[in-house]
């Protein structure tokens, strides 16, 4: 059975930083490109970033790269989000995904959200004084 569990969600305050994991099982995580996106209340989900474990290919939401960072331990089938000077508007459940690796290729990570062949319960993380 496929699975992918989403962890390292928590309360931190602005400008603090936080690594979330995505952990898989039942697959093999560098056949696929493994994604995060986030959904705050009353938004639309939207990508984050994506990567593809096989090659190192990644993409970002424009607005958040320089904050945001992705890595892969290929060795533990975990990919990590990096986050950091958090920001309030970064508040959202966090959900990591994976699919084609063509996803994780600039051109295709805005399909991603609509894509993505498994995805993991999500991870909520605040960002408050």
């Known amino acids: 059975e496929v699975q992918l569990q989403a962890s390292g969600g928590g309360l931190v305050q602005p400008g603090g930083s936080l690594r979330l994991s995505c952990a898989g099982s039942g697959f093999v995580l560098d056949e696929y490109a493994v994604g995060w996106f986030r959904q705050a209340p009353g938004k639309e989900r939207e990508g984050v970033a994506c990567i593809s474990t096989s090659d190192g290919t990644t993409s970002f939401e424009d607005s958040l790269k320089g904050r945001f960072t992705i890595s892969t331990d290929n060795a533990k089938n975990i990919v990590y989000l990096h986050m950091n000077n958090l920001k309030p508007e970064d508040a959202a459940v966090y959900y990591c995904?994976?699919?084609?690796?063509?996803?994780?290729?600039?051109?295709?990570?805005?399909?991603?959200?609509?894509?993505?062949?498994?995805w993991g319960q999500g991870t909520l993380v605040t960002v408050s004084s």
């Open positions: 995904a994976a699919g084609g690796k063509h996803y994780s290729s600039s051109p295709w990570f805005k399909f991603a959200k609509h894509g993505m062949d498994y």
